[in-house]
């Protein structure tokens, strides 16, 4: 009947016309069955209830002996059987996500409560979680937390990017900003249900741990602000590729994940190249901390007004060798930071240490207040998909989105930003700050957060949105949707990612264009998304008419769906355009 | 749901291939739309169209992909044959060289198709008989030797065109109802070796009366 006990549950159902009915519910179907009397039914409930948590400890104890293939351990449960024959299938790949997964810098332990061995992770929150931790997770419903089995559940490899984006070093960062253990005591491994709820309860749901972003008339004197661009490719990526990568921009986004392993020497050359990747005549200041200590170089005005600021900038920056929140270089930005006090600065949202940049500020107004989208669009007609980890050249600053006035810093405007620079944590630190995912820019042609990650080919920035509810079926003031653009851009990659979601194929622009008329119309259309969109739309009329036969239109779109993912996500030069 | 006109009893996927510029994509335009277009661009990645047809008082729905020819190693390219019961084998009977890649796209189809696709030989263009460069004859003997049907079509004067899709249909629906005797339908879900005992507590029988539970 079904493969999997685990993935079932069990209950009542209220609204039947027959007695002693229970319902196993699995995630595709549900079967009511119906048993001789009322005791009958509560024995069935109970069995089938102690089978699935039977089923879940084998799995956790079959977990723990790693390496060893999976054997036919099982105590005869029905749930053994698929999770064997799943195991043998793809031992290699479960294995290598949680490796992948474990060594995003916190991640080995749980993000709520630290216990060790975490074996599940919250998807569009980006952490690693205990078992104890992600049901208290799963209670608050998958608008707040989207849990996932690392060892067990299938994954698609866009949730695994987003993953390795975030991790819980970076999430408690943010929402573990300002701890207040009044609100809530700390969760421990041990903790019971009740702490460990509340305190879960108080981070992400009420976001009482979060920090407020800074406000303008608070007297500080920030005077604008940006967000700090990512560079493509994976940081695991990134990393295997370490020496081979010239780039200043691909040391630089090594440096946020290669941590421990950086030399003061490294961060040397991280700086150099920086400033040379800086615009030319830009009055920058950059703050260059090593774990060495503290080392100011480039020229023009530098500095933090206030401490506040400072640590604000702290709270953002990504040490490198930090641990559990003990920001060695972060404390040093922000010592250094108050000894060269001066009049205006700008903060930049997602800046990593030891690249933490205070930077100076007027004249590099008007030099980046071009940057809104060329560089975007140049990089991104390259190629689809992300993490293809070539070089990408640097020319002008390309290292952050335009700047802004600090009048304008709202979460969502932060969030909108964020996702045209692909940073995930950003985006992040403007969705704990409440920003709306389908906010509308009014004064970018009314495009929301999705269209502008879009625009960077991030197949993580979209992924991450899409899992914290941004929807497909917005309109910008041209009457394009998200899928339009995508294909306006060529990104594969997105296409794809779209329309698994659903995305609908036949939605008119205010031309009465759909995505299709317009692959069709671009100049050396690119074949894979005319197929793609043609595909789509092949298998939304055959739905309309299912035969007996069910639907093999649907199984072939799910197939052609996974080759691009699989392609966009690891080969993406594959998906270039000739 | 679907209308009455929208419902069938099987759904076959036929594919299309061949060199670029056969006629692959006249044939399905031919055969779905009863349209020709003489200056027809090359195909952009897949084009779908489907049509349904009566076999045995069945009703057969087609739907067939069609390609451009030169894209064969695109990213689609398992996709495309995967699923698919029928392939037509298109070339142009004016150009031999397209005949002689048939070869190629038989060995394509060993690679990515199922081993059992009913397979037809189409020498396409017919209407061009001065310029014919490939005789009936040989293409016919080489479609015995190789196991595949074999008709001449053109789309430009409709010649053939419903006879081609409708000879592989029905040779489909044969080998498909055929097998479907064959395998008795006592392969379905059921739970059988899959299944948990559950012990269950003998029924005390309680003297509460059995309420039924709609009011």
């Given at each position: 009947?079904e493969?999997?006990?685990r993935?079932?549950?069990i209950?009542?159902?209220?609204?039947?016309?027959r007695?002693?009915?229970?319902e196993?519910?699995?995630?595709t179907?549900?079967h009511?069955?119906?048993?001789d009397?009322?005791e009958d039914?509560?024995?069935?409930?109970k069995?089938?209830n102690a089978?699935?948590s039977q089923?879940y400890?084998?799995t956790?104890?079959?977990s723990?002996?790693?390496?060893?293939?999976?054997s036919?351990t099982?105590s005869?449960?029905?749930?053994?059987?698929?999770?064997?024959s799943s195991?043998?299938?793809?031992p290699s790949?479960?294995?290598l996500?949680?490796?992948?997964?474990?060594?995003?810098?916190g991640?080995?332990?749980c993000?709520d409560?630290g216990?060790?061995?975490?074996r599940w992770?919250s998807?569009?929150l980006?952490?690693?979680l205990c078992?104890?931790c992600?049901?208290?997770?799963r209670?608050?419903g998958?608008?707040?937390?989207?849990?996932?089995?690392?060892t067990?559940d299938?994954w698609?490899?866009e949730n695994?990017?987003v993953?390795l984006e975030l991790g819980?070093?970076?999430v408690?960062?943010?929402y573990?900003?300002?701890v207040?253990?009044?609100?809530a005591a700390?969760?421990?491994?041990?903790?019971?249900r009740v702490v460990?709820e509340?305190w879960?309860?108080?981070?992400y749901?009420?976001?009482a741990?979060?920090?407020?972003l800074?406000?303008?008339?608070?007297?500080?004197?920030l005077?604008?602000?940006?967000?700090r661009?990512?560079?493509?490719?994976?940081?695991a990526?990134l990393?295997k590729?370490?020496?081979?990568?010239e780039t200043?921009?691909?040391?630089?986004?090594?440096?946020?994940?290669?941590g421990d392993?950086?030399s003061?020497s490294?961060?040397d050359?991280?700086?150099s190249?920086?400033l040379e990747g800086g615009?030319?005549?830009?009055?920058?200041?950059?703050?260059?901390?090593?774990?060495?200590g503290?080392r100011i170089?480039g020229?023009?005005s530098?500095?933090?007004?206030?401490?506040?600021?400072?640590?604000?900038?702290?709270?953002?920056?990504r040490?490198?060798?930090?641990?559990h929140g003990?920001?060695?270089?972060g404390?040093?930005?922000?010592?250094?930071a108050?000894?060269?006090?001066?009049?205006?600065?700008?903060?930049?949202?997602?800046?990593?240490?030891?690249l933490?940049?205070?930077?100076?500020?007027?004249?590099?107004?008007d030099?980046?207040?071009?940057?809104?989208?060329?560089?975007?669009?140049d990089?991104?007609?390259v190629g689809d998909?992300?993490?293809?980890?070539r070089?990408v050249?640097?020319d002008g600053?390309?290292f952050h989105t335009s700047?802004?006035?600090?009048?304008?810093?709202?979460?969502n405007?932060l969030?909108?930003?964020a996702?045209?620079?692909r940073?995930?944590?950003?985006?992040?630190e403007a969705?704990?700050?409440?920003?709306d995912?389908?906010w509308v820019?009014l004064?970018?042609e009314?495009?929301t957060?999705i269209m502008k990650a879009?625009?960077?080919g991030s197949?993580a920035a979209?992924?991450?949105?899409?899992?914290n509810n941004?929807?497909?079926?917005r309109?910008?003031?041209?009457?394009?949707t998200?899928?339009?653009?995508a294909t306006?851009l060529g990104?594969?990659g997105q296409?794809?990612?779209?329309?698994?979601?659903?995305?609908?194929?036949?939605a008119?622009d205010?031309?009465?264009?759909t995505?299709l008329?317009?692959a069709l119309?671009?100049e050396n259309a690119?074949a894979?998304?005319v197929?793609?969109?043609?595909?789509?739309?092949l298998t939304e009329?055959?739905?309309?008419s299912?035969?007996y036969?069910?639907?093999?239109g649907?199984?072939?779109?799910?197939d052609?769906?996974r080759?691009?993912?699989?392609?966009?996500?690891?080969?993406p030069?594959?998906l270039k355009?000739k | 749901m679907?209308?009455k006109?929208?419902?069938?009893?099987y759904?076959?996927k036929?594919?299309?291939?061949?060199?670029?510029?056969?006629g692959k994509s006249?044939?399905?335009?031919?055969?779905?739309r009863?349209?020709?277009?003489?200056?027809?661009k090359s195909?952009?990645?897949?084009e779908?169209?489907?049509?349904?047809i009566?076999?045995?008082n069945?009703?057969i729905k087609?739907q067939?992909?069609?390609?451009?020819?030169?894209e064969r190693?695109?990213a689609?390219t398992?996709?495309?044959y995967?699923g698919a019961v029928?392939a037509?084998l298109?070339?142009?009977i004016?150009?031999?060289l397209?005949?002689e890649?048939?070869?190629?796209w038989?060995?394509?189809l060993?690679?990515?198709a199922?081993?059992?696709?009913?397979i037809?030989?189409?020498g396409?263009?017919?209407d061009l008989?001065?310029?014919r460069a490939?005789p009936t004859?040989?293409?016919?003997?080489?479609?015995?030797?190789?196991?595949?049907?074999f008709?001449?079509?053109?789309?430009l004067?409709s010649?053939?065109?419903e006879?081609?899709?409708?000879?592989?249909l029905t040779e489909?629906?044969?080998i498909?109802s055929?097998k479907q005797i064959?395998?008795s339908p006592?392969?379905d879900?059921s739970?059988?070796?899959?299944?948990?005992t559950?012990t269950?507590a003998?029924?005390?029988?309680?003297?509460?009366?059995k309420?039924p539970c709609c009011?």
């Amino acid at each position: 009947m079904e493969e999997d006990l685990r993935l079932c549950t069990i209950r009542l159902p209220s609204d039947l016309d027959r007695r002693f009915c229970f319902e196993v519910l699995s995630p595709t179907r549900s079967h009511i069955l119906q048993a001789d009397s009322e005791e009958d039914c509560q024995t069935w409930v109970k069995a089938l209830n102690a089978s699935i948590s039977q089923a879940y400890k084998d799995t956790m104890h079959e977990s723990d002996k790693e390496s060893e293939e999976k054997s036919s351990t099982s105590s005869g449960a029905e749930s053994s059987q698929g999770d064997n024959s799943s195991a043998q299938a793809k031992p290699s790949k479960e294995k290598l996500r949680m490796e992948q997964l474990l060594v995003v810098p916190g991640n080995s332990n749980c993000c709520d409560c630290g216990a060790a061995e975490p074996r599940w992770a919250s998807i569009n929150l980006g952490v690693t979680l205990c078992i104890e931790c992600s049901g208290i997770h799963r209670s608050f419903g998958v608008h707040m937390s989207k849990v996932r089995s690392i060892t067990l559940d299938t994954w698609e490899p866009e949730n695994l990017k987003v993953m390795l984006e975030l991790g819980n070093e970076v999430v408690n960062r943010i929402y573990e900003a300002k701890v207040d253990e009044s609100i809530a005591a700390r969760a421990t491994p041990e903790c019971n249900r009740v702490v460990r709820e509340s305190w879960i309860r108080a981070k992400y749901v009420q976001k009482a741990f979060i920090k407020q972003l800074p406000g303008v008339n608070k007297g500080n004197k920030l005077r604008q602000w940006s967000v700090r661009k990512k560079t493509r490719g994976s940081p695991a990526r990134l990393l295997k590729k370490h020496s081979l990568e010239e780039t200043s921009a691909s040391k630089d986004s090594l440096s946020s994940r290669g941590g421990d392993s950086l030399s003061p020497s490294d961060s040397d050359d991280l700086t150099s190249g920086l400033l040379e990747g800086g615009a030319p005549g830009a009055r920058r200041a950059v703050l260059s901390v090593s774990n060495m200590g503290t080392r100011i170089s480039g020229s023009g005005s530098v500095g933090s007004s206030n401490s506040g600021a400072a640590s604000y900038v702290e709270g953002l920056s990504r040490s490198s060798s930090s641990g559990h929140g003990t920001s060695d270089s972060g404390n040093v930005t922000a010592t250094a930071a108050t000894s060269t006090v001066d009049i205006s600065t700008n903060i930049v949202f997602g800046e990593e240490s030891p690249l933490a940049r205070v930077a100076g500020l007027n004249k590099s107004l008007d030099l980046e207040s071009s940057d809104e989208s060329s560089p975007d669009f140049d990089e991104d007609s390259v190629g689809d998909g992300d993490g293809s980890g070539r070089g990408v050249a640097m020319d002008g600053d390309q290292f952050h989105t335009s700047w802004e006035d600090m009048s304008k810093l709202d979460p969502n405007l932060l969030l909108y930003k964020a996702s045209g620079a692909r940073n995930l944590g950003v985006m992040l630190e403007a969705l704990g700050n409440r920003a709306d995912p389908n906010w509308v820019n009014l004064e970018e042609e009314g495009r929301t957060p999705i269209m502008k990650a879009v625009q960077t080919g991030s197949l993580a920035a979209c992924e991450f949105l899409l899992l914290n509810n941004a929807k497909l079926d917005r309109r910008d003031k041209s009457g394009r949707t998200a899928l339009h653009h995508a294909t306006i851009l060529g990104h594969t990659g997105q296409v794809c990612q779209f329309l698994k979601r659903r995305a609908d194929v036949n939605a008119k622009d205010n031309q009465g264009k759909t995505p299709l008329d317009i692959a069709l119309e671009t100049e050396n259309a690119n074949a894979d998304i005319v197929t793609l969109l043609r595909l789509a739309k092949l298998t939304e009329e055959m739905k309309e008419s299912e035969g007996y036969m069910g639907n093999p239109g649907d199984d072939t779109f799910q197939d052609v769906c996974r080759d691009f993912t699989n392609m966009a996500s690891n080969n993406p030069e594959k998906l270039k355009r000739k | 749901m679907g209308t009455k006109d929208d419902e069938y009893d099987y759904l076959f996927k036929v594919v299309l291939i061949g060199d670029s510029g056969v006629g692959k994509s006249n044939l399905l335009s031919r055969f779905t739309r009863n349209e020709f277009n003489l200056e027809s661009k090359s195909t952009i990645g897949v084009e779908f169209a489907t049509r349904s047809i009566q076999v045995n008082n069945k009703t057969i729905k087609a739907q067939i992909w069609d390609t451009a020819g030169q894209e064969r190693y695109r990213a689609i390219t398992s996709a495309y044959y995967r699923g698919a019961v029928g392939a037509l084998l298109v070339y142009d009977i004016a150009k031999h060289l397209t005949y002689e890649n048939v070869e190629r796209w038989l060995r394509e189809l060993r690679d990515h198709a199922d081993q059992n696709i009913v397979i037809m030989l189409v020498g396409n263009k017919s209407d061009l008989r001065h310029l014919r460069a490939v005789p009936t004859d040989e293409a016919k003997n080489f479609s015995e030797r190789n196991n595949l049907s074999f008709i001449e079509t053109s789309a430009l004067d409709s010649t053939n065109v419903e006879a081609a899709f409708h000879n592989i249909l029905t040779e489909i629906y044969k080998i498909v109802s055929q097998k479907q005797i064959r395998d008795s339908p006592d392969d379905d879900n059921s739970p059988s070796s899959n299944v948990q005992t559950i012990t269950v507590a003998p029924t005390v029988n309680s003297a509460q009366a059995k309420k039924p539970c709609c009011s």
